[in-house]
């Protein structure tokens, strides 16, 4: 008699490591969709860098381009737009820092948020609410949101209305003299 019970318990224990991995085996199929759906959409992933071609941008000129689903304004600045941008003194910036990735904790000079001076690139999103601002608007000619009213400087600088910070400069390096690699 006591044979048969130990081969109860025997088939007892298989029945429950069974039924535990077949019970963990399932959780781990029901959960997939769930850890799949957090990792960045294959658009992201495509755009982990941009380059852009700066030969068609004429003096004066802003364009749009996307980096990691963001809106990047690359503009070919004037002479004119690269004096007024470094004429304002800090003193006078409602944000005196700069947001610039390559230079970190660097004051908001015009110097520390460009590469080449001709070349401003910055993330085209509002500091205040993430809006898109029009470029070659408002006071300062820079950019200005219509949503709430920020006008930003031709460095990307916030001077008035409600946005906390200076437009963000992203990663980006100068391939050619005529190519940027943003990211």
Request: charged share 20%; proline share 7%; glycine share 6%.
């Amino acid at each position: 008699m006591a044979e048969a019970h130990s081969d109860d318990v025997t088939r007892r224990d298989f029945l429950y490591v069974a039924t535990t991995a077949a019970t963990a085996v399932g959780a781990g199929f029901a959960a997939w969709p769930f850890i799949h759906q957090m990792n960045p959409a294959a658009n992201v992933l495509a755009l982990a860098t941009t380059e852009v071609d700066l030969t068609p941008i004429e003096k004066g000129q802003s364009i749009k381009v996307l980096w990691q689903g963001k809106v990047i304004f690359v503009r070919r600045r004037t002479e004119e737009e690269i004096a007024a941008a470094r004429n304002v003194q800090l003193a006078e910036l409602k944000d005196p820092k700069s947001e610039n990735i390559a230079k970190p904790n660097a004051s908001a000079a015009d110097e520390n948020r460009v590469v080449k001076p001709e070349w401003l690139i910055l993330i085209g999103i509002c500091t205040h609410l993430g809006c898109i601002p029009l470029a070659n608007e408002g006071e300062y000619k820079g950019w200005f949101c219509p949503c709430h009213g920020s006008v930003y400087d031709t460095s990307g600088r916030i001077r008035k209305g409600p946005a906390p910070e200076n437009l963000h400069v992203p990663p980006y390096a100068f391939k050619s003299d005529s190519t940027v690699l943003i990211g």
